[in-house]
């Protein structure tokens, strides 16, 4: 059990299928979706509508960073809410101030300074205006796998031809090469590229990784051509590295990271943090969101930050990583294990999916990728070796 489970229970709310029914006819049917409802989270595990529980190895996508309905996080949400609502950024605001110092000062980068807004793909937007306005220029070189987000500026950088294939036109200046290959990197830098920007872990990909030599190699090629590097640090950020970067274990820091999902604890928020020299770019009137930095997600990344740091939730994500890596190689189905933190991709010997529906009527929720036979993993940093072992156990029931 996770430290702060005690058990999530609730009494069964409204019936599980006008709940289903409800959602099926007025959203539109752009997700694929598991057949039951949750009303309730706690640390790690989720309770459905008929009040089963689950224990969570997706966190709600990678976004539940101090675990479901974390009291610290719950209880600076609701004082800010009580507070001031909201104020756009044509004021100056407390909880925005301590934000953008807490983020400014968890950065690797020196002397960051921070621009909010609301997801990771606005936070891409922002980061790959600032490097073109910065630059002048208007190439991009993106990676095959990459996934940054739903918005056409982002779209035009993603690489995992699922979420483009019909979108019409895409913008141009992208030039797109292979993840991991330092060499066809080369070949596509010159003058005319703003900016590199990838994933330092690609998550849809399946947890793809590369060595520390090739984001060394990344920045060196930045740095000849005066492009910018730039980590989409949506999945990999606040945290589920191990650190409140992945810059940090992978030991190259960039000029941009982008955070989003996990950076507020499942309050809406996203952030673009750019080294000084890209700042100069962001002039007035550049950049611009009205719920950006609002109050109570300002709050909610303050208390996210304080309970990553106070509750020493980074040396607990590399160990209980380095646990789940150990307890899944003795797992006769799993092929490899990789990612970083816990940010993981199970290669299995068979089709993930069948292996993550089987999971579910075990009780545990995991991810899957467009690799097809890799299960991911990316649970609320909570999580902790019984947990750990509780998913190995359950996996093993599945697959042997
Ligand atoms: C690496 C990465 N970048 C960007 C995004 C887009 O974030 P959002 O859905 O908040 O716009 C995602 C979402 O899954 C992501 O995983």
């Known amino acids: 059990m996770s430290e702060r489970d005690s058990g999530v229970r609730g009494p069964p709310g409204e019936p599980t299928a006008r709940i289903l029914e409800e959602e099926d006819a007025y959203q539109l049917p752009t997700y694929a979706k598991h057949p039951f409802a949750l009303v309730r989270g706690e640390g790690v595990r989720v309770l459905d509508s008929e009040g089963r529980r689950y224990l969570d190895l997706y966190g709600g996508h990678a976004v539940a960073s101090t675990g479901h309905s974390h009291p610290r996080v719950v209880r600076a949400i609701a004082e800010q809410a009580a507070r001031l609502l909201f104020y756009s950024n044509v004021c100056y605001n407390d909880a925005r101030a301590r934000a953008c110092r807490r983020l400014s000062a968890a950065s690797p980068i020196r002397g960051t300074r921070v621009f909010l807004c609301n997801s990771g793909t606005e936070a891409n937007e922002a980061a790959l205006r600032l490097a073109r306005r910065r630059t002048g220029r208007e190439v991009v070189v993106a990676m095959d796998g990459g996934f940054h987000g ?43 590229v703003a900016a590199i920007i990838l994933e330092p872990v690609q998550s849809m990909a399946g947890c793809r990784i590369a060595g520390p030599e090739y984001y060394r190699g990344l920045r060196s090629l930045c740095d000849e051509v005066g492009a ?88 607990r994500v590399r160990r209980v990583g380095h646990h789940l890596r150990r307890t899944l190689a003795t797992v006769g189905a799993v092929r490899e294990v990789r990612g970083l933190g816990l940010l993981l991709g199970v290669v299995l010997d068979r089709e993930a999916r069948p292996v993550a529906r ?41 697959v042997d």
């Not at 918005?151 to 993840?179: H, I, N, Q």
């Not at 899957?368 to 890799?374: F, G, K, L």
């Open 358 to 398: 089987a999971l579910l009527e075990r009780g545990v929720i995991a991810g899957t990728s467009s690799a097809p036979d890799t299960l991911r993993l990316l649970p609320p940093l909570t999580l902790c070796e019984s947990d750990a072992d509780e998913f190995v156990e359950a996996l093993r029931g599945v």
């Open 228 to 315: 910018f590097l730039i980590y989409d640090e949506v999945q990999t950020g606040a945290g589920r590295s191990g650190a409140f970067s992945a810059a940090v274990p992978l030991g190259t820091i960039p000029d941009v990271i982008t955070l989003a999902k996990g950076v507020a604890s499942g309050f809406p928020a996203g952030a673009t943090l750019v080294a000084p020299a890209v700042a100069e770019a962001a002039t007035q009137g550049v950049l611009g969101s009205t719920f950006g930095g609002g109050p109570v997600a300002c709050a909610a990344i303050e208390a996210t930050l304080d309970v990553l740091e106070g509750e020493g939730i980074y040396e």
């Open 150 to 192: 739903r918005t056409l500026g982002s779209l035009a950088v993603t690489g995992l031809e699922s979420y483009t294939r019909d979108v019409r036109p895409m913008p141009g200046g992208t030039r797109r090469v292979p993840f991991g290959d330092l060499a066809a990197a080369r070949r596509a830098l010159d003058v005319q």
